[in-house]
């Protein structure tokens, strides 16, 4: 037996085919790895900086979790604020009558954070955003009388 039937008669052909795959995979792999080689580079450059920010999530996943327990607790929702917000604007315009108008919105704030009112900054926050008090452009503020 010489030439092709000896190939074919010891599984010549299933061996150069095993063969030609793995050579071909070697130099896909090969080729893989040197394209992605400046990012392996680039990671093993800054590993102190990789290890301080996985440091830092292990040490932020620990709290997160207690506090997002005790948040859920004590979270008021936002949309009660526009349910109250003809009162909000009655006691608002209470306090800028003391103040007089126009008045400066820090004023205002600190005047209402003294008497308890709830949450003053949304509250402010909504009535501008409602155009309810509107800029006079010098920094002062003023009541929209239209609204």
Known sequence: MNGLEAIAAHNGWAISVVGVSIVFTGLTLLSLTISQLHKVIKFWDERDKFSQQVK???KKEEPREEKEEEEEEETIPDFCLAQDIDEITRQFK??????????????????????????????????????????????????????
Do not use: V
């Open 56 to 58: 830092q999530l292990w």
């Open 94 to 147: 209470l306090l800028t009558k003391r103040i007089g108008e126009p008045f400066p919105l820090p004023k205002l704030l600190e005047i209402s954070e003294r008497c308890g009112l709830f949450r003053p900054h949304s509250a402010i926050n909504y009535l501008l955003r409602t155009e309810r008090i509107l800029p006079d452009g010098k920094g002062y503020f003023y009541w929209n009388e239209n609204k």
